[in-house]
């Protein structure tokens, strides 16, 4: 993993096995910006064959300070400097927004930003702070992503339920009118009250929802089914997962008066694709979790829609 981040800051606790610098609070934008290691900007430079020929309608994003090369891109392509992340994030969060997170992946070339806004609710006896992902690329290959994520504060869990009364996230490419996006995702990403109540209602309605032991079992089977002509590793390693759901859906501590309900086996879910380890630890797995935070979970996702059907 040391490979993939490049540099980082952190409070309270150190994601990626420690690394980063830890800080004693949350900074302002302009100190988080520094202890991020984002302090830099990306220019970019024409492209010439070996032979001194340029490569039209090609161009390359060159980082100023050391002059590596972070992706070559169409002419179309315009950048989104790191302090300008930063500031559209301070314009369009307000006053109380807190820096918890924010760092460089791959040489680089992605970057992230993560705050915590200043709201604090609670939703049927449970603490639930919103926090804002905002991720960026330099390389060419990803959108500028958006995401407001709900934490369940007790256990960390995401609860980034993909609602269709209200939006959660939002993309924009790196081409046309980039600040013009930048300020149209004010619409959705301003209304983060409206998704909190939105979402507090889903909750309730989860709680309604009973689910009995059977079918708790049955979804599980649903969700890690034993792959077609597998080998006696595959489904040894598929129902070591299935066990490890079913501790958190009946051990969890945390869940213990939750009820039978389908809210308890969502966060049970979600304690799954948030904190488990995968069988076979690749080196940039938590970087794929962060990703997934943005882009919603596809476990997470599929949990909810079953329990929705039933």
């Not at 161009?59 to 992340?85: C, F, I, P, S, W």
């Not at 500031?87 to 680089?108: C, H, I, K, N, P």
């Not at 051990?251 to 809210?263: E, H, I, M, V």
């Amino acid at each position: 993993m040391a490979a993939e981040v490049e540099s980082m800051f952190y409070t309270r606790q150190a994601p990626w096995h420690g690394l980063g610098t830890m800080v004693r609070d949350a900074p302002t934008s302009m100190d988080a910006l520094k202890l991020a290691g984002l302090d830099w900007k990306v220019v970019q430079r024409e492209l010439f064959t070996p032979e001194g020929i340029l490569a039209a309608g090609f161009q390359a994003n060159v980082r100023e300070k050391d002059g590596k090369v972070l992706g070559v891109v169409t002419d179309r392509y315009r950048v989104v400097q790191n302090e300008e992340a930063f500031a559209f994030t301070d314009a369009l969060l307000g006053e109380g927004v807190r820096y918890e997170t924010a760092g460089s992946l791959q040489g680089g070339r992605r970057t992230w930003i993560l705050a915590r806004l200043p709201q604090r609710y609670i939703v049927n006896g449970d603490e639930i702070t919103p926090y804002l992902v905002f991720m960026n690329s330099h390389d060419g290959t990803g959108a500028i992503k958006a995401a407001m994520t709900p934490i369940r504060v007790v256990c960390q869990n995401t609860l980034n339920l993909a609602l269709k009364t209200a939006k959660r996230c939002w993309s924009a490419h790196h081409t046309g009118d980039i600040r013009g996006k930048m300020e149209e995702a004010r619409d959705t990403l301003l209304y983060a009250d409206a998704y909190m109540a939105e979402l507090g209602k889903e909750i309730d309605s989860l709680n309604r929802i009973k689910v009995t032991d059977r079918q708790v079992y049955e979804y599980i089977d649903l969700l890690f089914p034993f792959p077609e002509n597998g080998s006696g590793q595959q489904k040894k390693n598929m129902e070591k997962m299935k066990e490890d759901m079913k501790m958190r859906y009946f051990d969890a501590p945390d869940l213990k008066s939750t009820g039978k309900n389908a809210y308890r086996f969502l966060n049970a879910v979600s304690d799954f694709a948030t904190h488990a380890k995968p069988l076979k630890e690749r080196a940039n797995f938590r970087e794929s979790l962060f990703a997934r935070t943005v882009d919603g979970n596809p476990v997470i996702d599929r949990a909810y829609q079953m329990v929705k059907a039933a």
